[in-house]
């Protein structure tokens, strides 16, 4: 198993350019989530899905969307994207969407915002 | 509404001392689940445990021990003989399961240093 998976890595964009970040697990995992990792703030929920065609609002959603057209996959947009969205980005999938499982995370991405 | 505090920001001990790492949490659910991430500096999150409200039992795990009660709803992490490998940011996190809103809420976390 690869576990979960984020591409890129790296990622420095101008204000107001789009972009997609990409996640994918390969452990049939019902619930995946998606947040934002910034000095002093701890790990902030962006958005996440508890199953493919469901998806609901974290605790930063604006300026982000999300779906969920397979169990695989959860990619995340960035629509226009802004200074104030530079930030290490994690992707995390869990076994149940009942929550009690812990959650495994992909290794980031670091996305610079010019 | 629900709320994970990491008082600490930064810890530095000297190897083989002991440390305790704490977490205060709020819920007003009577089920939920705690659990503890480990961020070494590579950057990856690793878990280290999970709990639930209705086990208020400790947990060891050689070096590692837990410490939940409910009556302070606190939640710490005890490492004993502390080693330079377990320099790393340290995050507490709750889940409620009976809310229905499916979030997990993480703490700011702590940075635990380790001088040799």
């Known amino acids: 198993n690869a576990g979960v998976t984020q591409t890129p890595k790296f990622q420095v964009l101008k204000t107001g350019q789009s972009m997609t970040l990409q996640c994918a697990q390969d452990m049939n995992h019902e619930y995946m989530s998606w947040y934002r990792q910034d000095p002093g703030m701890g790990l902030r929920l962006i958005h996440y899905s508890v199953g493919a065609g469901i998806t609901d609002q974290g605790e930063v959603p604006n300026g982000y969307n999300v779906s969920r057209s397979t169990t695989e996959d959860f990619p995340l947009r960035l629509l226009s994207a802004a200074p104030s969205q530079t930030s290490v980005y994690f992707c995390?999938?869990?076994?149940?969407?009942?929550?009690?499982?812990?959650?495994?995370f992909g290794p980031g991405t670091r996305l610079t915002v010019l | 509404a629900q709320k994970v505090t990491q008082a600490q920001t930064e810890i530095s001990v000297v190897e083989k001392e002991d440390v305790t790492l704490d977490c205060v949490y709020e819920?007003?659910?009577?089920?939920?689940?705690l659990f503890w991430y480990k961020q070494p500096p590579s950057g990856e999150l690793v878990f280290l445990i999970r709990r639930n409200s209705f086990d208020e039992q400790n947990e060891i795990s050689g070096r590692y021990s837990w410490n939940f009660q409910k009556s302070t709803s606190s939640f710490n992490f005890t490492i004993t003989a502390s080693q330079v490998v377990d320099s790393a940011v340290y995050f507490c996190a709750l889940s409620e399961s009976t809310s229905g809103t499916y979030k997990y809420i993480f703490g700011t976390g702590t940075r635990l240093k380790v001088l040799a």
């Open positions: 995390a999938s869990s076994y149940s969407r009942t929550r009690r499982n812990e959650q495994f």
């Open positions: 819920t007003r659910d009577t089920t939920y689940y």
